[in-house]
């Protein structure tokens, strides 16, 4: 069994690869799609999940079988640092095998502090790794609303810095943006702060009729106008840029794998 894989669709623009250690997250975000496309009951997804059976025993496996150029996604579904039955334990290992296969890797969490546990193996990959987080409300009520059990706003922000300081090559997703006003300022925090290296900018989808809930142009726009002149390595996922087709993009802000780590 392979458990390195291609993700497609909508997947595909976060990453080339990504690598599932744990099927199930307990940070109950509300905009959550996981459950739905794995065909799990809510309650079952939203415990405290376990590692896959043998995960570590299979990743190695394909680690010796091929090699990978371009960046793996820890992880698709679920976050390797919420809270796991192993404390996460398996992240750290499944990293440090990553390492030494000299992998590309890209892990994205809302796990906060706990990923900087993993801060001395995020190391070892030296330009082979960026580090991530998803973020949508500065106002820690908002985002305690949508995400109950992810770590708060300013912890988020915190890590970036602690990230970027460390000479890790940092990322954040703003995919859901929820509340474009929220989503700006978040951008301009980590702006002033200079913590993040490259941003993924989106919008909630799956949820409701979230389409028509905001000014998405307008958004997108206003994104464009703060990010184009820091010079920042930005792309515009096709969900946000889908619903403003004459707003003029960079083949660079439209190629999902321009900005991806490679070995
Ligand atoms: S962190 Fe991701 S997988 Fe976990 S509940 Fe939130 S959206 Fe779902």
Redesign the pocket.
């Known amino acids: 069994m392979s458990v390195i894989y291609q993700p497609t669709g909508m997947a595909r623009e976060y990453s080339p690869y990504a690598l599932n250690l744990y099927i199930g ?5 509300r ?4 459950p739905h496309t794995l065909q799990r009951a809510e309650g079952d ?2 415990g405290k999940p376990a590692p896959r059976k043998d995960v570590l025993k299979y990743l190695e496996r394909d680690l010796q079988k091929n090699i990978y150029h371009e960046q793996i996604l820890l992880s698709f ?3 390797v640092y ?1 809270d796991n039955a192993d404390n996460s334990q398996t992240t750290r290992a499944a990293l440090e095998l990553l390492s030494a296969y000299h992998a590309p890797v890209a892990v994205l ?2 796990g906060g502090k706990k990923m900087l546990r993993d801060l001395d193996v995020f190391k070892t990959f030296e330009d082979r790794i960026t580090v991530g987080t ?1 973020l949508t409300f500065l106002d820690e009520a908002k985002s305690r609303a949508w ?1 109950p059990y ?1 770590s708060p706003p300013e912890e988020r922000l915190e890590v970036l810095r602690i990230l970027h300081e460390n000479g890790i090559r940092t990322f954040a997703s703003f995919e859901p943006t929820i509340e474009p006003r929220e989503s700006l300022r978040l951008i301009e925090r980590t702006l002033a702060e200079n913590s993040v290296d490259h941003y993924k900018i989106g919008k909630i989808n799956h949820y409701k009729d979230a389409d028509k809930w905001q000014n998405w142009r307008k958004y997108l726009l206003d994104c464009l106008a703060l990010l184009r002149p820091a010079g920042k390595e930005v792309y515009y996922k096709y969900c946000l840029r889908c619903l403003a087709p004459d707003v003029p993009l960079t083949d660079a802000e439209k190629n999902p794998d321009e900005y991806i780590v490679r070995a």
């Open positions: 997250c307990s940070h109950r975000c905009y959550c799609y996981a997804y939203f579904i679920g976050d919420c969490s809302k998803t995400e992810a």
